[in-house]
């Protein structure tokens, strides 16, 4: 327990595996409801889960190639998904029917963002470029190299006008949004950056690295205000808890931990067997959290205290 909190996270109880993905997932997120999630893998496909139900609703393979990134639309009508064949697809939930698609990418499509007004989809491509595309209409919006390397994630700041990237050259940039122009760079990692988020108040940020460190930034300032040095292997994954100020990582070494962002405080460690973390994610309460890994399953932790 955390001072309080109605959250439990020195020892969140395991609540539910899916299985259906025959090889890693790299991808989930949960619908805004809450009652859904969506995943993509290393198996080519996009699969929908019903949470209430405990089953998979949907199996799609649209894409030739891995699927890296999975986003349900903020107003939840929609599914965003990018390939590792440069495709980018939208389809309409619940029907699962193709809205549209675009090439992406003449190489590989990478991460993908709603930004939070739901007006836009970010992507992110592996020769370094973005690509910003008006929704639901499509058109593109904005496209141009953002990093040298690999740009590995995309987040919006929650009050909307910033856009934050990483990349595998070390490097996360700061973006004025819409128009896209740079506000800010931060080195600090001594690898390439894996992951990022912002925390839902605007202020902090997180990185994580295949320095096998997690930072917390006060990006206003441009400062550093945790360096979280107890993860075994690479960070991978890293997301700020919606409701809380807590922040949890995953990385290579099978584990997840949760750490208090304002001190920058272990809280708590979920040890696996033979995991790399590809991602985290929290439903909008904050009650659930999901994980995609390598042990082809999605596991989802109850966090409420019991």
Request: glycine residues 12%; proline residues 5%.
């Amino acid at each position: 327990m955390t001072g309080g909190s109605p959250f439990n996270f020195s020892s969140p109880a395991e609540w539910l595996q899916l299985k259906g993905h025959g090889k890693e997932v790299l991808t989930a997120d949960f619908h805004p409801t809450g009652r859904w999630v969506a995943s993509g893998g290393t198996d080519n496909s996009i699969r929908v889960w019903d949470l209430e139900e405990q089953k998979r609703t949907h199996k799609l393979a649209n894409h030739s190639a891995a699927v890296p990134a999975v986003r349900f639309h903020p107003g939840g009508e929609l599914i965003a998904s990018a390939g590792l064949d440069g495709k980018v697809f939208f389809l309409k939930f619940p029907e699962m029917t193709m809205f549209w698609s675009s090439e992406g990418f003449r190489g590989k499509s990478g991460d993908l963002q709603f930004d939070p007004s739901g007006r836009f989809l970010a992507a992110s491509g592996l020769d370094g470029s973005v690509k910003i595309w008006e929704v639901p209409g499509g058109g593109l919006h904005k496209e141009w190299k953002a990093h040298e390397k690999t740009v590995s994630a995309i987040r919006f700041h929650a009050g909307g006008g910033l856009m934050a990237t990483a990349s595998l050259d070390g490097s996360v940039k700061i973006w004025e949004f819409p128009d896209c122009t740079e506000r800010a760079e931060f080195q600090g990692h001594d690898g390439p950056v894996l992951c990022l988020d912002f925390h839902p108040d605007g202020r902090l940020m997180s990185t994580g690295s295949q320095d096998k460190a997690a930072f917390i930034w006060d990006y206003p300032r441009s400062e550093i205000v945790h360096e979280l040095h107890l993860h075994a292997g690479f960070v991978t994954a890293c997301r700020f808890h919606p409701q809380s100020m807590v922040l949890v990582t995953g990385s290579n070494d099978s584990t997840i931990k949760f750490w208090e962002a304002r001190s920058g405080k272990l809280l708590g460690n979920i040890k696996g067997v033979n995991w790399t973390i590809h991602e985290l994610a929290f439903d909008p309460e904050g009650r659930r959290m999901v994980a995609a890994s390598t042990d082809k399953r999605l596991r989802i932790w109850d966090l409420r205290q019991r």
